[in-house]
T-cell receptor, first 114, second 117 residues
Framework: AQSVTQPDIHITVSEGASLELRCNYS??????LFWYVQSPGQGLQLLLK??????LVQGIKGFEAEFKRSQSSFNLRKPSVHWSDAAEYFC????????????FGQGTTLQVKP | GAVVSQHPSWVICKSGTSVKIECRSL??????MFWYRQFPKQSLMLMAT?????????EQGVEKDKFLINHASLTLSTLTVTSAHPEDSSFYIC?????????????FGDGTRLSIL
């Protein structure tokens, strides 16, 4: 069965430090992968997506993610975190079949220390 | 581009009343819309998938008579929580997708916080 795992429930980093949020997926074929960010009390904003091609994907707000098939991972990175990056981050994989459904991970809460 | 508007953002009502939530795609035509429910500190739980002009497909365990979904046009889907009770209090989020291809991302509304007294 398809699944997405975000091993880290909560991460705290200092402002200016680098960030890596982990995401592992279980999927039989080439996955469609997404990272979304959710600020408190709001909906989700798409940060970036991977469909095919270059395995290093650039997104908005200075984020990037790298697809590693051998590790079934799609980790999100940012070289220097800003206080405004504090939020909930969700990794998702497109479900099989042409339904358009997304399977979400449990989310990682990012806290940024001044 | 790809803006999804959800209304209302916050609603409080008495137990037993029905509440309608609207989800609109403002700058694209949404062939498919999705309705999610999110509990505090948890991930999104898909409730149903709505395709324009057809009946919604509900996920297992979601009462279709309780959560009525209508997708009458390519830019509007509505979720009506009928005879709402305190256990229906939650954060409801819609999303919309412009094409049938599975590789198209979903674009999310800002959510509706529903509180039933």
């Amino acid at each position: 069965a398809q699944s997405v795992t975000q091993p880290d429930i909560h991460i705290t980093v200092s402002e200016g430090a680098s960030l890596e949020l982990r995401c592992n997926y279980s999927y039989g074929a080439t996955p469609y992968l997404f990272w979304y960010v959710q600020s408190p009390g709001q909906g989700l904003q798409l940060l970036l997506k991977y469909f095919s091609g270059d395995t290093l994907v650039q997104g908005i707000k200075g984020f990037e993610a790298e697809f590693k098939r051998s590790q079934s991972s799609f980790n999100l990175r940012k070289p220097s975190v800003h206080w405004s990056d504090a939020a909930e981050y969700f990794c998702a994989v497109g479900a099989s079949g042409n339904t358009g459904k997304l399977i979400f991970g449990q989310g990682t809460t990012l806290q940024v220390k001044p | 581009g790809a803006v999804v508007s959800q209304h209302p953002s916050w609603v409080i009502c008495k137990s037993g009343t029905s509440v309608k939530i609207e989800c609109r795609s403002l700058d694209f035509q949404a062939t498919t819309m999705f309705w999610y429910r999110q509990f505090p500190k948890q991930s999104l739980m898909l409730m149903a998938t709505s395709n324009e002009g057809s009946k919604a497909t509900y996920e297992q365990g979601v009462e279709k008579d309780k959560f009525l979904i209508n997708h009458a046009s390519l830019t509007l889907s509505t979720l009506t929580v009928t005879s709402a009770h305190p256990e229906d209090s939650s954060f409801y989020i819609c999303s919309a997708r412009s094409h049938a291809n599975s590789n198209q991302p979903q674009h999310f509304g800002d959510g509706t916080r529903l509180s039933i007294l």
